[in-house]
């Protein structure tokens, strides 16, 4: 089984709430042994937080424990 991260903003939530989001989810999928987390591209939509995958696999990784 595998998560397909978009990143979405939802209401009154700013983009980097939905950033933390995703590093929550990215957290709880590897607790639970999921082993595929996908993100996907994109460009110039203003509901997706993290709209450029190898930017988001950079925060996520850079928030992963040791």
């Known amino acids: 089984m595998s998560v397909l991260d978009q990143s979405p903003v939802g209401a009154g939530l700013s983009p980097a709430d939905s950033l933390r ?5 990215a957290q ?7 082993v595929r ?4 591209e994109h460009h110039g939509s203003p509901g997706f937080a993290g709209c450029a ?3 988001l696999a950079a925060i996520l990784l850079g928030h992963r424990p040791p």
């Open 21 to 25: 989001a995703s590093v929550e989810l």
């Open 37 to 40: 987390y996908w993100t996907a």
């Open 28 to 34: 709880t999928a590897e607790e639970l042994g999921h």
């Open 53 to 55: 995958p190898e930017i």
